[in-house]
């Protein structure tokens, strides 16, 4: 696609995939409710996406994507889940905040940072047999480190021996 999207607009085409899987179609009081914002945020948003071909929108009426639209949708889903994926599996990390962590970093992670963290998921879950006790290993230590200064510690180091290497 020769221009690309917001964040947010991004974040719009997401929900109307969402809701279209749901409901099969879209009201802009759904993608209201969906996205926290007022009716006229909403509409804006439509209008934008309508002009660039994403969603079939006309005012007070349904919202569905277009073609275009719900490839890029499907795209940005996968990309979404795949760093969610990675933060709740690998990192550990909480679902919830696993799924808004995600929807921060998922616009601001490129193809190829993107494609390593679907590798290295791919590697853990079919390669690596003691891939899965090291994960473990990991939760164990992070999980000591809420208690002690473990963590802090490693974390100290590192950054000193960052600073270091950066002289």
């Known amino acids: 696609m020769a221009k690309q999207l917001s964040g947010t607009l991004e974040d719009y085409l997401e929900a109307i995939y969402?809701?279209?899987?749901?409901?099969?179609?879209?009201?802009?009081?759904?993608?209201?409710?969906?996205?926290?914002?007022?009716?006229?945020?909403?509409?804006?948003?439509?209008?934008?996406?309508?002009?660039?071909?994403?969603?079939?929108?006309?005012?007070?009426?349904?919202v569905t994507l277009t073609e275009r639209g719900r490839k890029q949708a499907e795209s940005l889903a996968v990309r979404h889940r795949i760093i969610r994926d990675f933060l709740e599996e690998i990192l550990d990390l909480p679902p919830r905040q696993a799924e808004s962590t995600a929807c921060g970093m998922e616009h601001a992670v490129d193809e190829r940072a993107l494609q390593r963290f679907v590798c290295f998921l791919a590697f853990m879950r079919r390669h690596c047999p003691q891939g899965a006790r090291c994960l473990e290993k990991f939760r164990e230590f992070v999980d000591e480190a809420t208690e002690g200064r473990t963590c802090r510690e490693c974390i100290e180091d590192y950054v000193k021996e960052l600073t270091v290497e950066s002289r």
Do not use: F, H, M, W
């Not at 409710?33 to 009426?61: C, F, H, I, R």
């Open 18 to 62: 969402r809701i279209e899987q749901q409901k099969r179609v879209a009201r802009p009081r759904d993608i209201c409710e969906a996205q926290g914002v007022a009716g006229s945020t909403v509409t804006a948003a439509l209008k934008s996406l309508s002009d660039k071909d994403l969603v079939n929108y006309e005012p007070y009426g349904l």
